[in-house]
């Protein structure tokens, strides 16, 4: 953390605040604000989270990056939110678990779990009480994690349905028309069909397969996970409306919706 103090300092200045300021949103003591500043107090991990939000920074940035060696722009382009930490072109360091031969298990997130993982996504503490389980068929190279959907928002892939999925660190990387389950600041865990629009404007535009929903976007700053969907197990038995020639119609209809929505915006 030998960047932190002289980070929190440089940001305050920029945005034109005292100590005073800054403690007083953060709810600290100016004197511990001075502290940290100075690099004789250490923050905790609720602190991090206060100065991440309250600077718009990511928590890796804060801490791994001197911020007095970026040029202008860089600094501009991070407080508007293009953090490069926030935005996925860095490595994540995730909670995780292992079985007894030291192999990452598959944990499970279930529809009542999903509340208590929307703040313990990142506590090691939370993570190891889940229910965990394994896919010999999987890559051990990968990272996995099952989440429980529920509502009928992705239909055909029926409500309580365990979707399994594939962690992903680089959200530049995300494909679009692909699934993915993306954790986010508002919404806590959704499984949408993605169109990746992170260069342009920084956001994810998520769609659900049911088409009685609108499609709506989401910041990245706002997200917190990305997963890409492997398979999804279900104890429904698949009908008609469930079947595989079904879902592929779904897919290439909402396929056609965003080819007419891009070429519509074209036009403008």
Request: glycine share 6%.
């Amino acid at each position: 953390m030998e960047h932190f103090g002289s980070n929190i300092k440089l940001l305050r200045k920029r945005r034109g605040r005292t100590q005073d300021d800054v403690a007083h949103a953060l709810g600290l003591k100016r004197s511990t604000l001075s502290g940290y500043e100075n690099g004789v107090a250490q923050p905790g991990l609720e602190t991090l989270v206060s100065f991440s939000g309250y600077f718009n920074v990511s928590i890796d940035t804060l801490v791994k990056t001197n911020l007095a060696t970026l040029q202008e722009s860089q600094l501009s382009q991070l407080e508007r939110g293009y953090d490069v930490y926030l935005t996925g072109g860095e490595l994540r360091v995730l909670a995780t678990t292992v079985d007894r031969d030291n192999e990452e298990n598959i944990e499970m997130v279930s529809e009542k779990a999903k509340a208590g993982y929307r703040a313990g996504f990142a506590d090691p503490e939370f993570i190891k009480v889940l229910p965990a389980f394994q896919m010999p068929f999987l890559s051990k190279q990968k990272k996995y994690r099952s989440f429980q959907i529920s509502g009928d928002s992705m239909l055909p892939i029926p409500e309580g349905s365990w979707v399994t999925c594939e962690f992903v660190q680089n959200w530049h990387l995300i494909r679009d028309r692909h699934a993915y389950v993306i954790h986010t600041l508002d919404d806590g865990v959704v499984f949408k069909v993605v169109e990746n629009k992170i260069k342009k404007d920084g956001t994810l535009r998520l769609y659900s397969l049911n088409p009685i929903y609108e499609p709506y976007d989401v910041h990245v700053n706002d997200v917190r996970e990305v997963w890409k969907f492997v398979n999804y197990i279900s104890s429904e038995m698949p009908g008609e409306e469930a079947s595989q020639q079904e879902l592929a119609r779904q897919v290439n209809r909402l396929r056609k919706d965003v080819d007419e929505l891009r070429e519509a915006k074209s036009k403008k």
